[in-house]
């Protein structure tokens, strides 16, 4: 059963324009997400976090949204550039006991930007 | 600051063989989890250990066992290689364990190939 879903394998988007990369996930009691992006050949990297408790977090191009209620986040990226191809990660957190923390992967999405 | 190393990067192995994998992860960091990717089945969490102790497991059978050293550094060993381990194994570190900020760095993988 999984429980981070990433519906589309990928996504080709053009220079300039907006990607939205979508993740949906079905453990309510996950109350962390985070957006991984990984390179070819490279491990994947951090990319930008949102708690449970708030609905948008922006870093520079990058704007996660959550939804709670539809269990839905999305990563936004404004304006797309050709190094941003990559493999997305969407990931959650959710509490394992003691002082642990488990984290969820979904399948990846691959986002191709054309020049 | 040097970021998590894995060796060996790539290998081949037949079948029924057994292989380790070794991680050191960056300096400080006490946390270090294992995860597996393949392309159907995106970053699967294999376990994590923090001060010497498996924390965490994920779904995977006991042919799939680490450790980890008093110096932080771990390793992985899976036996009796089937066709289906062929994959990218990723070590990833973290400072206090897999805390529910999430974040992780990921070395750049050991890339496993079963024949």
């Known amino acids: 059963d999984q429980q981070v879903k990433q519906n589309s394998p990928s996504l080709s988007v053009q220079e300039g324009r907006i990607s939205i990369l979508n993740c949906d996930y079905t453990?309510?009691?996950?109350?962390?997400f985070l957006w991984y992006k990984k390179y070819p050949a490279e491990g994947p990297t951090f990319l930008i976090s949102?708690?449970?408790?708030?609905d948008k977090n922006e870093d520079g191009r990058f704007t996660v949204f959550l939804n709670k209620s539809a269990k839905h986040l999305s990563l936004h990226i404004v304006p797309s550039q050709p190094g941003d191809s990559a493999v997305y990660f969407c990931?959650?957190?959710?509490?394992?006991?003691?002082?642990?923390?488990?984290?969820?992967f979904g399948k990846g999405t691959l986002l191709t930007v054309n020049p | 600051k040097a970021g998590v190393t894995q060796t060996p990067r790539y290998l081949i192995k037949t079948r029924g063989q057994q292989v380790t994998l070794s991680c050191s992860p960056i300096?400080?960091?006490?946390?270090v989890s294992w995860y597996q990717q393949t392309p159907g089945q995106g970053l699967q969490f294999l376990f994590e250990?923090?001060?010497?102790?498996?924390?965490n497991k994920g779904n995977f059978p006991g042919r799939f066992s680490g450790r980890q050293f008093s110096n932080s550094r771990s390793e992985m060993n899976v036996s009796t290689l089937e066709l289906g381990d062929s994959a990218l194994y990723l070590c990833?570190?973290?400072?206090?364990?897999?805390?529910?900020?999430?974040?992780?760095?990921f070395g750049e993988g050991s890339r496993l190939t079963v024949l």
């Open positions: 990931a959650a957190s959710a509490y394992s006991g003691g002082s642990n923390y488990k984290l969820t």
């Open positions: 250990y923090f001060s010497e102790t498996q924390r």
């Open positions: 990833a570190s973290s400072p206090f364990g897999t805390a529910n900020t999430g974040e992780l760095f």
């Open positions: 453990n309510s009691m996950f109350d962390y």
């Open positions: 949102i708690s449970s408790i708030k």
């Open positions: 300096s400080g960091h006490r946390s």
